[in-house]
């Protein structure tokens, strides 16, 4: 314990994320490990052009279209899973339990866009892309693969998923009070009772299964994960992108202790300090999505004014996801989402209108820009270069 | 100096008011200096000389093809690798220019990516069915493929030579040759068209005008492709790693220093105004800057540190082999000293240059996926 003088907080944070019960570690978040693992070969076989549809499906789903058991991955680890990326796309207690009906049409967005790939895209892997035409386009010197509005499907579902597997879950599931403070997990907690056949108690491990969606990639050494910052894909490399932005600088190190002392107060039964916590982590993470939606779609402006067709539509796409992401953002203020369904609809809409990106003007990249800047404490130029 | 700026600006924007001249007219540069002036001489005197000097050298590569792929003798085969090698060494002086025509079509793209695609080419070799405008293409196209095929495709020249006359590969390495020509013609034909008009009349100050844009350019060549392609990339810079096999001409082997300095004295000479027709010294970013440092009354002589930036790259290159991958595997502490000093002009080029020419940079740096 901190004696010194420091009134809000007598804890000690500690350096790393390292929590131990009896000398055994007590942090533990394999499901996510496993997701962003599943989510990782997902978006990887998406631009393997010898990927069927039906593999594409079976690693979202980890199953058969009929529900049998599928080995779909590379990682056997992964096929001996129980799990899947699917099962956790727009599932939050808070946001979903109550709302299956988006939660089933979430989950179908995505798997419209798995499909989409091969049907429409792999095709014309050999054609040159043109106005509602789906094919190749250069990006610099790289090659993008388009449909026919020029979104490229694998950027949109990887962005997707940051969003409707990684935030809603890490936001809106376990660090809401309704599923840390579920069932008897207080008084387990309070009395130090650990889970069936586990080292750790059940509001533990929560807090973990939220540290991991961000920290719990595959091989990342999450004791002291800024030091690999960026290292893994989805929201931990996005935060990273954030964090090298002047005006955010130092957003990985407010998330990252947060997340230490949230766990440390969860330990030393401190509700209030570790619902602080909770909110910092989700204010930030909330801002992290924002801010990158914001960025990809003003470079998309300016790689357009510049001509440069394909990588406008890179950044597009990048952007399409993160728009789509901010569904699952969250207010820790009001504890609710900060934007509606209706919201990120109309942005998909005008992204989408016409011809899509072919024909998408500066003026609705700006507004859609501005409306979502609207919501946060950042000005879109601030989060657009 | 902003201040006084403001107040010449208000006289003269009050002063126009007053007056029919449209007010552009009124509202000069911030200097004296001539953008015109630069524009001028970059077109005549550097960039059309060097696209023509280029393609003269594409033309002497599809005569000695022709001749080669007619009568594949050794001495035919000789003199086609030495017209390779040297439009590759002229490719270099132009590589960096990278402006109207040449950016529409994607030109260096198209002429040197690297390393190619070993395995794409020879399936784009076997099924004929290969079409080379398609951006999966870059990396089976250019100087890079032609390296593989008349330096790689087996172990000594007799092989090679067999290789090449086969029909698909004949066929094949005419069609990337004749696309270096196509494609550097329509470049070259738009400037004399008029673009070259377009180009030097386009003498304002925003983010579209001729000189802003061809420094960008410049800038985006010297640190992608001088910089960190040839030198960078192949040192481990970035990856952590060294990649010898990633260098420029990694089949023909001896050459890859030969392309780095053609690359660096262009980029040199244009900073520092050098005609490609005479050597001769005119207006060019150099002076540009001696202007702005003697109306601001600066001690700070940006031109000069730049200059000595290179010059100790230039001395570091001396030890430096001719190989640039034997180099990297035996002493590749020298290659990364040789990429410092380039580094070290980056900062002053994109950070002190800009500023005071007032442009801003219109790349960043690319997001990596």
């Not at chain 1, 909770?278 to 001509?307: P, T, W």
């Not at chain 2, 902003?2 to 007010?23: E, N, R, V, Y």
């Given at each position: 314990?901190?004696?010194?003088?420091?009134?809000?907080?007598?804890?000690?944070?500690?350096?790393?994320?390292?929590?131990?019960?009896?000398?055994?570690?007590?942090?533990?978040?394999?499901?996510?490990?496993?997701?962003?693992?599943?989510?990782?070969?997902?978006?990887?076989?998406?631009?393997?052009?010898?990927?069927?549809?039906?593999?594409?499906?079976?690693?979202?789903?980890?199953?058969?279209?009929?529900?049998?058991?599928?080995?779909?991955?590379?990682?056997?680890?992964?096929?001996?899973?129980?799990?899947?990326?699917?099962?956790?796309?727009?599932?939050?207690?808070?946001?979903?339990?109550?709302?299956?009906?988006?939660?089933?049409?979430?989950?179908?967005?995505?798997?419209?866009?798995?499909?989409?790939?091969?049907?429409?895209?792999?095709?014309?892997?050999?054609?040159?892309?043109?106005?509602?035409?789906?094919?190749?386009?250069?990006?610099?010197?790289?090659?993008?693969?388009?449909?026919?509005?020029?979104?490229?499907?694998?950027?949109?579902?990887?962005?997707?998923?940051?969003?409707?597997?990684?935030?809603?879950?890490?936001?809106?599931?376990?660090?809401?009070?309704?599923?840390?403070?579920?069932?008897?997990?207080?008084?387990?907690?309070?009395?130090?009772?650990?889970?069936?056949?586990?080292?750790?108690?059940?509001?533990?491990?929560?807090?973990?299964?939220?540290?991991?969606?961000?920290?719990?990639?595959?091989?990342?050494?999450?004791?002291?994960?800024?030091?690999?910052?960026?290292?893994?894909?989805?929201?931990?490399?996005?935060?990273?992108?954030?964090?090298?932005?002047?005006?955010?600088?130092?957003?990985?190190?407010?998330?990252?202790?947060?997340?230490?002392?949230?766990?440390?107060?969860?330990?030393?039964?401190?509700?209030?300090?570790?619902?602080?916590?909770?909110?910092?982590?989700?204010?930030?993470?909330?801002?992290?999505?924002?801010?990158?939606?914001?960025?990809?779609?003003?470079?998309?402006?300016?790689?357009?004014?510049?001509?440069?067709?394909?990588?406008?539509?890179?950044?597009?796409?990048?952007?399409?996801?993160?728009?789509?992401?901010?569904?699952?953002?969250?207010?820790?203020?009001?504890?609710?989402?900060?934007?509606?369904?209706?919201?990120?609809?109309?942005?998909?809409?005008?992204?989408?209108?016409?011809?899509?990106?072919?024909?998408?003007?500066?003026?609705?990249?700006?507004?859609?820009?501005?409306?979502?800047?609207?919501?946060?404490?950042?000005?879109?130029?601030?989060?657009?270069? | 100096?902003?201040?006084?700026?403001?107040?010449?600006?208000?006289?003269?924007?009050?002063?126009?008011?007053?007056?029919?001249?449209?007010?552009?007219?009124?509202?000069?540069?911030?200097?004296?200096?001539?953008?015109?002036?630069?524009?001028e001489f970059w077109a005549d005197e550097i960039i059309i000389p060097a696209y023509t000097n280029y393609i003269s050298?594409?033309?002497?590569?599809?005569?000695?093809?022709?001749?080669?792929?007619?009568?594949?003798?050794?001495?035919?085969?000789?003199?086609?690798?030495?017209?390779?090698?040297?439009?590759?060494?002229?490719?270099?002086?132009?590589?960096?220019?990278?402006?109207?025509?040449?950016?529409?079509?994607?030109?260096?793209?198209?002429?040197?990516?690297?390393?190619?695609?070993?395995?794409?080419?020879?399936?784009?070799?076997?099924?004929?069915?290969?079409?080379?405008?398609?951006?999966?293409?870059?990396?089976?196209?250019?100087?890079?493929?032609?390296?593989?095929?008349?330096?790689?495709?087996?172990?000594?020249?007799?092989?090679?030579?067999?290789?090449?006359?086969?029909?698909?590969?004949?066929?094949?390495?005419?069609?990337?040759?004749?696309?270096?020509?196509?494609?550097?013609?329509?470049?070259?034909?738009?400037?004399?068209?008029?673009?070259?008009?377009?180009?030097?009349?386009?003498?304002g100050s925003s983010a579209t005008a001729s000189t802003d844009k061809l420094v960008n350019d410049f800038l985006f060549?010297?640190?992608?492709?001088?910089?960190?392609?040839?030198?960078?990339?192949?040192?481990?810079?970035?990856?952590?790693?060294?990649?010898?096999?990633?260098?420029?001409?990694?089949?023909?082997?001896?050459?890859?220093?030969?392309?780095?300095?053609?690359?660096?004295?262009?980029?040199?000479?244009?900073?520092?105004?050098?005609?490609?027709?005479?050597?001769?010294?005119?207006?060019?970013?150099?002076?540009?800057?001696?202007?702005?440092?003697?109306?601001?009354?600066?001690?700070?002589?940006?031109?000069?540190?730049?200059?000595?930036?290179?010059?100790?790259?230039?001395?570091?290159?001396?030890?430096?082999?001719?190989?640039?991958?034997?180099?990297?595997?035996?002493?590749?502490?020298?290659?990364?000293?040789?990429?410092?000093?380039?580094?070290?002009?980056?900062?002053?080029?994109?950070?002190?240059?800009?500023?005071?020419?007032?442009?801003?940079?219109?790349?960043?740096?690319?997001?990596?996926?």
């Open positions: 314990m901190n004696e010194g003088p420091n009134p809000t907080n007598e804890l000690e944070n500690p350096d790393s994320y390292q929590f131990l019960r009896d000398g055994a570690s007590t942090v533990s978040f394999s499901g996510q490990t496993e997701r962003i693992g599943m989510a990782t070969e997902l978006v990887d076989a998406m631009v393997n052009f010898e990927s069927t549809e039906e593999q594409l499906l079976e690693m979202y789903s980890n199953q058969t279209a009929s529900g049998a058991d599928a080995n779909p991955f590379s990682d056997a680890s992964l096929n001996s899973s129980t799990k899947s990326v699917k099962s956790k796309v727009a599932a939050s207690n808070d946001l979903f339990s109550t709302n299956s009906v988006e939660s089933a049409e979430i989950k179908e967005a995505l798997e419209s866009m798995i499909k989409a790939q091969v049907s429409e895209v792999f095709p014309n892997q050999n054609e040159l892309a043109s106005l509602g035409v789906a094919g190749q386009i250069a990006d610099g010197s790289s090659v993008r693969y388009v449909n026919a509005s020029g979104l490229e499907y694998n950027q949109a579902v990887n962005k997707s998923l940051i969003g409707a597997l990684m935030v809603d879950q890490m936001l809106n599931n376990y660090l809401s009070t309704s599923v840390l403070d579920e069932g008897s997990n207080i008084e387990d907690n309070n009395n130090g009772i650990i889970a069936d056949g586990e080292v750790y108690t059940n509001m533990e491990h929560k807090w973990d299964e939220a540290f991991g969606y961000l920290f719990g990639a595959p091989g990342a050494d999450y004791t002291d994960p800024l030091n690999t910052l960026g290292g893994g894909a989805f929201l931990n490399k996005y935060l990273a992108r954030v964090e090298g932005d002047e005006d955010f600088k130092g957003i990985a190190n407010e998330i990252f202790e947060a997340l230490k002392l949230g766990r440390t107060a969860i330990v030393t039964k401190d509700y209030d300090l570790r619902d602080e916590q909770a909110d910092i982590v989700i204010d930030r993470i909330s801002e992290v999505i924002g801010v990158r939606a914001v960025y990809y779609l003003q470079q998309g402006k300016i790689a357009l004014a510049n001509g440069t067709l394909g990588t406008a539509f890179h950044d597009l796409s990048e952007g399409y996801g993160f728009v789509f992401s901010l569904r699952f953002v969250k207010n820790s203020n009001t504890d609710a989402a900060i934007f509606s369904k209706s919201e990120v609809d109309s942005f998909i809409n005008l992204l989408t209108a016409g011809n899509g990106f072919w024909d998408i003007d500066s003026a609705t990249l700006d507004q859609i820009s501005n409306d979502i800047a609207a919501k946060f404490d950042f000005t879109v130029e601030q989060a657009g270069s | 100096m902003k201040k006084l700026f403001l107040f010449i600006s208000i006289i003269l924007f009050t002063f126009a008011c007053g007056d029919d001249d449209p007010i552009t007219e009124v509202f000069p540069n911030e200097d004296s200096f001539s953008r015109a002036e630069m524009l050298d594409l033309d002497i590569l599809k005569e000695s093809s022709t001749a080669f792929f007619t009568d594949p003798s050794e001495p035919n085969f000789n003199t086609f690798r030495d017209s390779y090698i040297l439009a590759y060494t002229s490719w270099q002086q132009v590589s960096m220019f990278e402006i109207g025509k040449a950016e529409e079509i994607g030109l260096r793209n198209f002429t040197n990516i690297y390393p190619t695609n070993v395995d794409l080419i020879e399936s784009n070799i076997n099924n004929q069915n290969f079409d080379l405008a398609l951006p999966s293409n870059f990396v089976a196209q250019g100087f890079p493929a032609l390296d593989y095929l008349l330096f790689g495709k087996g172990d000594d020249d007799e092989v090679i030579v067999q290789a090449l006359t086969s029909a698909n590969v004949t066929t094949y390495v005419e069609a990337l040759i004749d696309r270096l020509n196509d494609l550097s013609t329509e470049v070259l034909d738009d400037w004399n068209g008029g673009f070259r008009d377009e180009f030097v009349s386009n003498d060549y010297y640190e992608r492709f001088l910089r960190a392609a040839k030198v960078g990339i192949p040192a481990g810079v970035f990856s952590g790693n060294t990649e010898p096999d990633r260098v420029e001409g990694l089949f023909s082997d001896i050459y890859s220093k030969l392309f780095f300095e053609a690359g660096f004295s262009s980029a040199q000479d244009f900073f520092n105004g050098i005609s490609f027709i005479d050597g001769r010294e005119g207006v060019s970013l150099k002076q540009y800057l001696e202007e702005i440092q003697l109306t601001n009354n600066s001690d700070f002589d940006i031109a000069a540190s730049i200059n000595d930036n290179w010059q100790s790259a230039e001395l570091v290159l001396i030890d430096i082999n001719a190989n640039f991958r034997n180099q990297v595997l035996e002493d590749n502490a020298e290659m990364l000293a040789l990429y410092d000093e380039l580094q070290k002009a980056v900062v002053s080029l994109k950070v002190d240059m800009l500023q005071a020419l007032n442009i801003q940079v219109d790349f960043v740096d690319a997001d990596g996926d």
